[in-house]
T-cell receptor
Framework: RKEVEQDPGPFNVPEGATVAFNCTYSNSASQSFFWYRQDCRKEPKLLMS???SGNEDGRFTAQLNRASQYISLLIRDSKLSDSATYLC??????????????FGAGTRLAVHP | DTEVTQTPKHLVMGMTNKKSLKCEQH?????MYWYKQKAKKPPELMFVYSYEKLSINESVPSRFSPECPNSSLLNLHLHALQPEDSALYLC??????????????FGPGTRLTVL
């Protein structure tokens, strides 16, 4: 089983749609969770850190379910500019004083007019 | 200012060349990272520096040699690379190495092609 699993997509949605991405992780000791977006041939950009109570930033809502080891990202009112790959990222076990970031393979979103 | 800069943006080199990639951050972060990313794959960690000391080397071949001259700069020296080393090389930084302090910010990357 992969340490962080995501549906690879692609998710093809019209502008204005609401879309949800799911992610599961295997290490129950994980403490920190992040969503990054990555445009084609660009660097990953931090979209949101996911806090235990869930958090919202404009059209984006992230939720965490520790019991099920599940993280979600909801995008409301999708824009063309939301088209990108969304990476679910989890802190793995501490080794050598470092919490290695474990990246999911990414979910591709394509928003069309 | 949450910017991490990298130079060059693109690099083409032969298998016998020696070149260096450079990374700079001015966020006062004490941890810096090198990642390698192949097309349609997530980034793979190569090295971690903390307080200018090499903390993690993910069994990277010796043809890649990292260097941290000071808390803002990170270099990656390349020598005798192979065509399969062609990839996007990403630098990142974070406040620290654990927990939420490990929220990492990436530079734009250097796209490397080895001929």
């Amino acid at each position: 089983r992969k340490e962080v699993e995501q549906d690879p997509g692609p998710f093809n949605v019209p502008e204005g749609a609401t879309v949800a991405f799911n992610c599961t992780y295997s290490n129950s000791a994980s403490q920190s969770f992040f969503w990054y977006r990555q445009d084609c041939r660009k660097e990953p950009k931090l979209l949101m850190s996911v806090y235990s109570s869930g958090n919202e930033d404009g059209r984006f809502t992230a939720q965490l379910n520790r019991a099920s080891q599940y993280i979600s990202l909801l995008i409301r009112d999708s824009k063309l500019s939301d088209s990108a790959t969304y990476l679910c990222v989890v802190n793995g076990a501490v080794s050598g004083g470092y919490n290695k970031l474990i990246f999911g393979a990414g979910t591709r979103l394509a928003v069309h007019p | 200012d949450t910017e991490v800069t990298q130079t060059p943006k693109h690099l083409v080199m032969g298998m016998t060349n020696k070149k260096s990639l450079k990374c700079e951050q001015h966020m006062g972060h004490r941890a810096m990272y090198w990642y390698k990313q192949k097309a349609k794959k997530p980034p793979e960690l190569m090295f971690v520096y903390s307080y200018e000391k090499l903390s993690i080397n993910e069994s990277v071949p010796s043809r890649f040699s990292p260097e941290c001259p000071n808390s803002s700069l990170l270099n990656l020296h390349l020598h005798a690379l192979q065509p399969e080393d062609s990839a996007l090389y990403l630098c990142a930084s974070s406040q620290g190495m654990v927990g939420y302090y490990n929220e990492q910010f990436f530079g734009p990357g250097t796209r490397l092609t080895v001929l």
